[in-house]
């Protein structure tokens, strides 16, 4: 059973501190890897995806791949409340040969001002 | 504007009376998909599919049924629904081509939150 694992938090940071959210999952033959955000209720929406090792920056949010030790991290600067989220990690095998998307159960996020 | 749509977005209803959820992408994606979302659970893959006629199994399909006629809709169906499949649903599609630039993201529908009483 490929699974993806996260720390339910919640964790939480003050406003305008790094935010570390920590994703692990046990596929090797996992492909490209994704950190979606969801509110409470709404809909997940995706914030940034990876597929090479090391890092991916775009503005506030960093992802770190490290395929060796089946790794990925969101780091999230300067948080801030509207930051306060559960936050989704999934990586994907290969949707031509079938697999699925695989999600962990998510990381709540509480940004306190 | 590129979206996942899906209908209804709330529904009550009493067990055993069938019951149809929606789906439908405007982005000509070839894989669909179905999640129920569960406090403390997560995000479970009910069915699946690849393209028009093509369905499987995801992780939790018992008691689900869905079809792919068009390309574009993916309807989910509880033949007779029961209190245990109270949740929050989403439907979601993926583009399933290659290349540069491409990485098959999932984009998701606003969810349906159904309860059965």
């Known amino acids: 059973q490929k699974e993806v694992e996260q720390n339910s938090g919640p964790l939480s940071v003050p406003e305008g501190a790094i935010a570390s959210l920590n994703c692990t999952y046990s596929d090797r033959g996992s492909q490209s890897f994704f950190w979606y955000r969801q509110y409470s209720g709404k809909s997940p929406e995706l914030i940034m995806f990876i597929y090479s090792n090391g890092d991916k920056e775009d503005g506030r949010f960093t992802a770190q791949l490290n395929k060796a030790s089946q790794y990925v991290s969101l780091l999230i600067r300067d948080s801030q409340p509207s930051d306060s989220a559960t936050y989704l990690c999934?990586?994907?095998?290969?949707?031509?040969?079938?697999?699925?998307?695989?999600f962990g159960k998510g990381t709540t996020l509480s940004v306190s001002s | 504007e590129a979206q996942v749509t899906q209908n209804p977005r709330y529904l009550i209803t009493v067990t055993g009376k069938k019951l149809t959820v929606t789906c439908s992408q405007n982005m000509n994606h070839e894989y669909m998909s179905w999640y129920r979302q569960d406090p403390g659970l997560g995000l479970r893959q009910i069915y699946y599919s690849m393209n028009v006629e093509v369905t499987d199994k995801g992780d939790v399909p018992e008691g689900y049924k869905v079809s792919r006629k068009e390309k574009r809709n993916f309807p989910l169906i509880l033949e007779s629904p029961s209190p245990n499949q109270t949740s929050l649903y989403f439907c979601?599609?993926?583009?399933?081509?290659?290349?540069?630039?491409?990485?098959?993201?999932?984009?998701f529908g606003p969810g349906t939150r159904l309860t059965v009483l």
């Open positions: 999934a990586v994907n095998e290969d949707y031509q040969a079938g697999t699925a998307l695989i």
């Open positions: 979601a599609s993926t583009y399933l081509g290659s290349g540069t630039g491409v990485y098959n993201e999932q984009f």
